[in-house]
């Protein structure tokens, strides 16, 4: 953890200094079987990628809003944190038709076509797998982001000041998203169940860990898990934290 950092851009790169090799983001899909498992570096990676394709192919610059409809997914976390590295707003939830870019899940695609600006789809796949075939009026993330730079850096500063999250109607700048997540969150090994629609569970289950040199155990559909089988997970993730 360092003291100098300011947006959840910095605490990325200061996780990446730190120890690049550890679990940062571990994902369960409790309805398909899924388990992914990134290391800083790999989370890291898929943040420059993601990076570039927004500041680049998207033109997304800061001060813009880009609208996420998606669910606790580690794509939705490499996605908060991209839009953290441009300096570009992420509305989590938010209203399409406002938005100079939205993403979109494969649940939320009617509903996004109400932005006229950039539309990006995931298909959310295990190990980021594309659609089938790509939904009409949208750019298909698993297949425009593999080609896409390691490295980012972006055309302008990140204002720590300015604007950088929206969830549940509230409006966070990027040193406010810092200064909660150290406050609130833990460097324990956290298990969240909890949506990405609102601070609670966008701090445990992605702003907190990081912040704070901890790791999340991120679980979509932990409802269909049952006491014993979370209670297995806990063991064998060696969880400290359980959010749910």
């Known amino acids: 953890m360092n003291a100098t950092d300011r947006t959840p851009a910095d605490l990325l790169r200061s996780a990446l200094a730190a120890d690049p090799g550890r679990p940062l983001v571990t994902f369960y899909d409790d309805a398909t079987g899924e388990r992914v498992e990134l290391s800083v570096a790999t989370f890291a990676n898929w943040v420059a990628k993601t990076s570039n394709l927004l500041q680049g192919d998207l033109a997304a610059a800061p001060g813009d809003r880009v609208v996420l409809l998606l ?9 908060l944190l991209a839009c953290a590295s441009v300096g ?10 406002s938005a ?3 993403v979109s899940g494969p649940d939320s695609l009617e509903a996004a076509r109400a932005c006229s600006g950039e539309r ?4 959310l ?7 089938p075939q790509p939904p009409d ?38 040193a406010e998203v810092v200064e909660r997540a150290r406050a609130e969150g833990t460097g324990d090994r956290v298990l969240s169940g909890l949506s990405y629609d609102t601070w609670d569970g966008l701090c445990a289950g992605l702003y907190g860990p990081l912040a704070n040199g901890g ?3 991120l679980c979509r559909h932990l409802e269909r898990l049952g006491e014993e089988g979370l209670a297995k ?12």
């Open 120 to 123: 990006i789809a995931l298909a």
């Open 88 to 97: 570009v707003v992420a509305d989590v939830g938010g209203d399409p038709a």
């Open 137 to 174: 009026g949208f750019v298909d993330y698993a297949v425009e982001v593999p080609g896409q730079g390691d490295r980012f850096a972006p055309f302008a500063p990140v204002d720590p000041e300015e604007p950088a999250l929206v969830v549940a109607g509230r409006e966070f700048s990027g």
């Open 233 to 244: 997970r806990v063991e064998d993730e060696r969880v400290g934290v359980v959010r749910r």
């Open 71 to 79: 669910p606790a997914h580690w794509q939705t976390a490499v996605w």
């Open 100 to 102: 100079d870019v939205v």
């Open 125 to 131: 796949r295990p190990l980021g797998g594309r659609f």
């Open 215 to 217: 790791s999340v155990v």
